[in-house]
Structures are given as C-alpha cells and as structure tokens.
C-alpha cells in the first residue's frame, strides 16, 4: 500500500495518490491531471477511482480530464448533483483498492456532499482519514461557503458538529488525518502549517474537537470568519459542470504579443493586465494601469479575491520564463481568458519607448522620520486579525481583501501611506489604487515587521 501527498503550496491543497496491488485512486485532484497518469504508469499501475470530497470553491478540479483520460469513475459522497455522469455513493458505501478499502464517511457541515475516505488495510484496520474540508489540521471547513434560503451558517456549523462526533471522533486514535488543505487557504481560518497529523493528537489540540455543546462549537467555529473570496462561488460551478482541458487555455494564454500588439489588444478588448514580477521590480517601472499579483505569493488565491469576474480578459507581464506557470496557476482557478504575455517583458515595453509607471516608496527608516514630524494618513492592508495585534498609531485597517469596497477611504489630495506585513500586499494595494486613479499613495518597503524595527512603535 502506498499513500503519496500531492501538495501545491499556492493553493495550500493536497490531492493524494493512493496505490495498492497496481490500483490506484486519486482523491481530489487538481485541474493538471497528467502528473497523476504518468505516477501510475510508472508504477505499472492504473488509476481506478477518483474521488471527489466535495464540490471544490477553491480551485478547478481534474476530475472529469482524469475521468475522460483513465475511464475511471468519479465517485462523490451523498447529496451530490453534479451535471455529469459520476457514483454518488450512499454513507458507508465501500470501494475495494486492490488489498485495501476505502470508505465513504458523509460528513455534512462544510458543505452538504461534504464526506471523508477511510482507508482500510487487508486486515481491515483503521489506517488514513481523507477528511477533504471537513477536518483541518487545527481546525474544521468554514460553514458559510454553502447556504441558501433554508440553510444558514449556523445550521451548517451544527451538521459539521454532529459529523465530527458522530462519524470522526470514534475513529481511532493512530489513524493518519490527511486533509484537503493546509496554512494559507481560505477554507478554514485556524490551519497548521502542518499538512497531516494523527486523529489522535488533533483530538487533543484541535478547537474544534474538544468537549463542548452544539451551541459552543457553533459560536466557535463561526466567530471570525472573514468573507470568502469572490471567486469561491464561480468555482463550485466549474467543478459541478466542467471545464475545457489546461491544454486549451495553453493554446492562447502563451500568445507571445510584441508591445505593440499587446497595447492594442488592451486598448480593443480592455484586458486587465496583471504583473506578476517582485514587488520591488514592478514599482521601479510597470505598464499603466495595470495591477500587482506577484507569482512568488499567493498568486492564485489573491487574483480570485481582487479580480471579481472569472470571465475577465487578462494580459500577462511576467519574468521570462514563468509566463506558463502563470497561466496554469491561473487556470488553477478558473481564470481562463488569458490573451497572451508579452513577448520580452518590461524591458521590451521600455525600449519601443511606451510610456512607464511607478510607485512611490520610502524605506522604513525615511517613513519613521517623517512620522516623527507629522500627522500621516496611514493605511494597514494587513488583515483585521493581523491589526489587531499590533500596529502604527493612528493607521487605519483597510484590509486588501476589501480595498474595491473601502476605496473612498483613501485620501485624494493628502499622501496615502500603505504598508503590509512585509511589502507584498501593499504593493498590490499601491498598484490598484493607482490604477483608480490615487497617484498619491506612497509605499512602505518592508512592511509592519521592518516598521517595528525602527523603534517608532
């Protein structure tokens, strides 16, 4: 028996390879789904089941590539509609894996369909949990993403109690918990940084698992959620009725555009262009109007929360050599419509002798002595959790996640001081605003943390 964590750390998700007696399952996998086959072949094993632990908001999953590649059904746990053909298997409904078994556990809360897999060993012993977004690494699926008239937050929260004790905290303590996500990802607001643990020991640390009332865990596990980014709900659909192949969105979005080519296609389209070089490089010269997602962040995630329609025509800068990463990190979650990148980057742009951008920077030294001399406008794009411990006197907390929301909160006339935790979401943030038109922001290199270090805190 074999069990492989496939984990990609822009999306803090883990799909997971499991192998026994040349059977192989696959259990949600991301939307590139070649890696899985060429695993199997090498193995000289072939790929049986894939199974889905609920209807993905994160990302686009490879279910339905996989399906149509291997002919290996896709199997989901009870209450499940998806628009193709797949197993909807009823609650302890068992799949035999060559020596092995795996069991579906419905586990309602996160969302309806929601379930876990129980691998069984030959012997029929308790081994791994594959509990999707139902049970983190401390912590459990936020339970908001799935309402509707009848169903509220509270009352998911209330199934995703009920699942918890009914279905997992019997388990036994040695069984492996392999979740769907980890530290990073907006399914869950309390994740390690670990990407798996023993049922036991989450029994003993996890909030979520310690001995409380219905109504406690409620509160518990509701109290902070931040709002899901804009993107979530799109991605439910695409994972309900499917996609077109990565390959296809390959064709055009490696459209190399020479810089005339990629201006016009702006101006005839109104692409949004996104930059996806480091902070630093993109402030000392980017192409107006256009936006800040570094590649070297939270790319994916970030672009689903600041880009609200997945349909958006989208122009790529980016480092020679990443522009196919870009583009698959972006279909990773829906964002399809990429026209092209253009061909020789910045440096191109620069030398046919179109028009450049900047962004105002002082390091944390200059900022800290204008400080001392003045009354700043000040505004913290760090998340509310993050502000609230710690910040500059007199900062405002305007959250990036938000900012289309709190733009008028920025000043039009007075200079507005942006800064982060380290100089990445402020550079996004800077990069929007001057995009709307604020070409009075000024960013703070470095962040809260070189902020701290200057003494004026």
């Known amino acids: 028996m074999k069990i492989e964590q496939i984990y990609t750390g822009c999306l803090a998700q883990g799909a997971y390879y499991i192998e026994s007696e040349g059977e192989v399952a696959i259990i949600d996998p991301l939307r590139e789904v070649n890696s899985y086959i060429e695993k199997a072949k090498r193995n000289?094993?072939?790929?049986?089941?894939?199974?889905?632990?609920?209807?993905?908001?994160?990302f686009v999953s490879g279910h339905l590539e996989l399906s149509q590649k291997t002919n290996a059904p896709i199997i989901y746990g009870p209450n499940a509609n998806p628009k193709f053909e797949a197993i909807i298997a009823?609650?302890?409904?068992?799949?035999?894996?060559?020596?092995?078994?795996?069991?579906?556990?419905?586990?309602?809360?996160?969302?309806?369909?929601?379930?876990?897999?129980?691998?069984?060993?030959?012997?029929?012993?308790?081994?791994?949990?594959?509990?999707?977004?139902?049970?983190?690494?401390?912590d459990v699926g936020?339970?908001?993403?799935?309402?509707?008239?009848?169903?509220?937050?509270?009352?998911?929260?209330?199934?995703?109690?009920?699942?918890?004790?009914?279905?997992?905290?019997?388990?036994?303590?040695?069984?492996?918990?392999?979740?769907?996500?980890?530290?990073?990802?907006?399914?869950?607001?309390?994740?390690?940084?670990?990407?798996?643990?023993?049922?036991?020991?989450?029994?003993?640390?996890?909030?979520?698992?310690k001995p409380q009332t219905k109504e406690q865990f409620i509160e518990a596990v509701t109290d902070g959620l931040t709002p899901p980014p804009f993107y979530f709900p799109k991605n439910v659909q695409l994972n309900k009725t499917g996609v077109q192949a990565v390959r296809e969105v390959l064709k055009t979005g490696l459209t190399a555009h020479s810089p005339k080519e990629f201006e016009d296609l702006v101006n005839a389209v109104d692409a949004l262009i996104i930059d996806?070089?480091?902070?630093?490089?993109?402030?000392?010269?980017?192409?107006?109007?256009?936006?800040?997602?570094?590649?070297?962040?939270?790319?994916?995630?970030?672009v689903g929360t600041l880009v609200r329609d997945i349909q958006q025509e989208i122009l790529i800068v980016a480092d020679e050599g990443r522009e196919e990463e870009v583009v698959r990190r972006l279909a990773r979650v829906g964002y399809d419509n990429v026209l092209g990148y253009l061909q020789g980057g910045i440096e191109a742009w620069?030398?046919?002798g179109r028009e450049t951008d900047e962004i105002d920077t002082v390091s944390p030294e200059e900022f800290a002595e204008i400080y001392k001399r003045n009354n700043l406008i000040i505004k913290d794009v760090r998340k509310t959790s993050e502000f609230e411990t710690g910040h500059v006197k007199d900062a405002e907390n305007i959250p990036l996640a938000q900012?289309?929301?709190?733009?008028?909160?920025?000043d039009k006339e007075e200079p507005n001081y942006v800064h982060c935790a380290g100089?990445?979401?402020?550079?996004?943030?800077?990069s929007i605003l001057k995009s709307r038109g604020y070409h009075n922001v000024v960013n703070i290199e470095g962040g809260f943390g070189a902020i701290l270090k200057t003494g004026i805190i």
């Open 44 to 58: 000289n094993a072939i790929i049986k089941y894939i199974f889905e632990t609920h209807f993905h908001a994160d």
């Open 423 to 430: 100089g990445y979401r402020s550079m996004v943030a800077a």
């Open 276 to 302: 996806t070089r480091k902070p630093d490089a993109f402030g000392k010269g980017f192409i107006p109007r256009s936006i800040f997602i570094g590649i070297d962040g939270d790319f994916a995630p970030w």
């Open 350 to 352: 620069k030398a046919s």
């Open 142 to 209: 936020r339970p908001d993403l799935a309402q509707n008239g009848s169903l509220t937050m509270a009352d998911l929260a209330g199934h995703l109690y009920d699942s918890l004790n009914q279905k997992i905290m019997p388990l036994a303590d040695d069984v492996i918990v392999y979740p769907a996500h980890g530290a990073g990802s907006a399914c869950g607001k309390n994740m390690s940084k670990e990407t798996s643990d023993t049922l036991g020991n989450q029994k003993a640390v996890n909030y979520a698992l």
């Open 90 to 138: 009823t609650d302890n409904q068992e799949f035999r894996l060559g020596k092995t078994t795996i069991k579906v556990l419905h586990t309602p809360g996160h969302t309806m369909e929601s379930s876990c897999y129980l691998l069984l060993d030959e012997n029929q012993k308790q081994v791994a949990l594959f509990s999707g977004d139902t049970l983190f690494i401390g």
């Open 403 to 410: 900012i289309s929301e709190l733009m008028t909160e920025f």
